[in-house]
């Protein structure tokens, strides 16, 4: 069965370091996709990077990056330069492609960054 | 783009009262809506899958008479929950895709509150 785990509930960063968020991920499927989302305390899903499991390059939006390491079954977020309003909740999520005809996502716990003055 | 909607932000009813939430995709049309829950400080769980015009596919463990839902168009797809008790309070939050291997756009989530 398909599993997302992030194992850090709370993570410090100071402003203007970047910061790393760490997600696993365990599926049989071959055709995948991982997706990072953000929640501010307002409540809202914010979609901030996507991975297709066929994808050879790491992708990159802006100060986010994913580090896509498929052996290892990691997508773990790469925050750069961090500002107070990335204070929030980050999510990482996967949606199996083969067999997932709805095309439903299975999130991990999610990682509580706060990031310091 | 990719926007959707969810309305009412919050809402307030009395235990046995029924409460319904739209979600709206308002510039895409979207083939296919989840909706989530999500307690505090916890992850999302999708209750249920709804695909315009066809019946909607539930979670293991949702129960289906209590938590309808209806997707009528490629825009709207509402969540009504029926007789509510308090603990059904939690976060309520929709998504939105185009597709099956599109990425899922969020609502900005509904809070109810069961007296």
């Known amino acids: 069965a398909q599993k997302i785990t992030q194992t850090q509930p709370g993570m410090f960063v100071q402003e203007k370091e970047a910061v790393t968020l760490d997600c696993t991920y365990d599926?049989?499927?071959?055709?995948?996709?991982l997706f990072w989302y953000k929640q501010p305390s307002s409540g809202e899903m914010i979609f901030l990077i996507y991975?297709?499991?066929?994808?050879?390059q790491n992708a990159t939006e802006g100060r986010y990056s994913l580090n896509f390491q498929k052996a290892r079954k990691s997508a773990n977020l790469v925050i750069s330069a961090s500002q107070l309003g990335d204070s929030a909740m980050y999510f990482c999520?996967?949606?199996?492609?083969?067999?997932?005809?709805?095309?439903?996502?299975?999130f991990g716990q999610g990682t509580e960054l706060s990031v310091k003055p | 783009g990719a926007v959707v909607s969810q309305h009412p932000s919050w809402v307030i009813c009395k235990s046995g009262t029924s409460v319904k939430i739209e979600c709206r995709s308002l510039d895409f049309q979207a083939t296919t809506m989840f909706w989530y829950r999500q307690f505090p400080k916890q992850s999302l769980m999708l209750m249920a899958t709804s695909n315009e015009g066809s019946k909607a596919t539930y979670e293991q463990g949702v129960e289906k008479d209590k938590f309808l839902i209806n997707h009528a168009s490629l825009t709207l797809s509402t969540l009504t929950v029926t007789s509510a008790h308090p603990e059904d309070s939690s976060f309520y939050i929709c998504?939105?895709?185009?597709?099956?291997?599109?990425?899922?756009?969020f609502g900005p989530g509904t809070r109810l509150t069961v007296l």
């Open positions: 991975q297709g499991s066929y994808d050879e």
């Open positions: 998504s939105a895709s185009s597709g099956k291997a599109d990425t899922q756009y």
């Open positions: 599926t049989s499927d071959q055709s995948y996709g």
């Open positions: 999520a996967m949606r199996e492609l083969t067999y997932n005809q709805g095309g439903k996502l299975i």
